[in-house]
């Protein structure tokens, strides 16, 4: 283990919340934005009437700052996170804030908390959550007018405990997290509250978390919890239809990528019965999240059926995925896409 003033133990870490030393806020009144800056990380205060505690107008991002093996800070594709906040906020009709100075945020609290950034060989990442709330008051359900921008950080490793090994995935019968029309496609807050208590169940009984359906039929594959659902299906990578009610995920965006270009794959994106996944030509799935990043189903449950992908381990496209994408992110292989930005 790397020698570090910090009581963290780099090597074992789990997704839990670990406190750095520096935050971001920047506060937006009369409708403009301040310029920001940085303070210890803490508690702030905020109004009771707050918009955020009473309608949930909030957004956040996931993102993540790794170290190379020569010792750089990187972060993956950070623009399309501003871009998603500017797209997320819009829908909540909050307001929208300039990318550049965005970035330059995340950045600010990257560097200034880049004691926490585990080691290379650790495989952990500093986890970087920026997010916006109706900090004003408002009492009627209408946007507030006063809202705060944050970002904090925290030392991260797996977000499944088990790592990279098949996970077991229950497909909900009863509850779903999106649908057409509302803001499945966003991060806003609220999109979130919702998934706990399925989550919740689903562990009881010993799965790791929920595949949702569609919300019309409850036929068609939506998520995996905070994460892109994809599998492999008569050879061809199928992932389903961005259809407004799916999140956007920029880690799927590098995977559908990766597969077309470096495994010369053909990828399908389009409704997926869940029932396809039963099937024999159904050969291997897998879930993509900055957090999740990419990670293996082991066994996909609904009702009384169940199917076991490769004995639960990871398969053969999906291991190959998963060193392509983590092989640019750590700055192992060259990165054609210009998809890192090094921060140092
Ligand atoms: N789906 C949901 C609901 C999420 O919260 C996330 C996490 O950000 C993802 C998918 C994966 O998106 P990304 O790869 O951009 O992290
Ligand atoms: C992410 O993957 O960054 C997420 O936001 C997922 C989750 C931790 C909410």
């Not at 950034?117 to 209408?142: E, F, K, T």
């Not at 994460?227 to 961005?242: E, Q, R, S, W």
Request: aromatic content about 12%; hydrophobic content about 40%; proline content about 4%.
């Amino acid at each position: 283990m790397q020698a570090n003033d910090l009581d963290i133990d780099f090597y074992n870490l789990g997704f839990e919340l670990i406190h750095t030393e520096w935050m971001y806020i920047s506060d937006y009144k009369d409708n403009k934005w301040d310029n920001g800056e940085l303070i210890s990380f803490g508690s702030i205060e905020i109004s009771p009437a707050a918009n955020i505690l009473s309608y949930g107008q909030g957004i956040f991002e996931g993102m993540k700052a790794l170290r190379s093996k020569n010792n750089q800070i990187m972060l993956f594709r950070p623009m399309e996170n501003a871009k998603r906040f500017n797209k997320s906020a819009n829908r909540v009709a909050m307001p929208y804030i300039d990318e550049n100075k965005f970035l330059s945020a995340v950045k600010k609290v990257v560097l200034a908390n880049k004691r926490f950034i585990p080691p290379y060989d650790s495989g952990g990442a500093l986890y970087i959550r920026p997010m916006m709330i109706g900090s004003g008051p408002m009492l009627g359900v209408a946007p507030a007018k006063e809202f705060k921008m944050i970002i904090f950080c925290s030392p991260v490793g797996p977000y499944f405990s088990t790592g990279f090994k098949g996970i077991d995935l229950l497909i909900s019968k009863k509850y779903t997290r999106s649908s057409q029309g509302g803001t499945g496609f966003s991060k806003m807050c609220g999109n979130y509250a919702g998934t706990m208590k399925p989550a919740i169940e689903a562990k009881k009984q010993g799965y790791a978390q929920v595949i949702y359906l569609d919300s019309v039929h409850m036929k068609y594959i939506n998520e995996v919890g905070a994460a892109n659902f994809c599998a492999i299906i008569n050879g061809k990578l199928v992932t389903p239809k961005l259809d407004g009610t799916i999140l956007e995920g920029i880690t799927l965006k590098s995977v559908l990528e990766l597969t077309k270009k470096k495994l010369d794959m053909k990828v399908e994106e389009r409704n997926i019965f869940y029932e396809e996944l039963f099937d024999k030509n159904c050969t291997e799935a897998f879930c993509t999240g900055t957090a999740a990043v990419i990670t293996p189903i082991g066994s996909i449950t609904y009702g009384n059926n169940t199917r076991i992908y490769n004995n639960k381990q990871p398969g053969e496209i999906t291991a190959k995925l998963y060193d392509l994408l983590t092989g640019i992110q750590r700055m192992d292989i060259k990165d054609v896409y210009n998809w890192i930005e090094i921060l140092e």
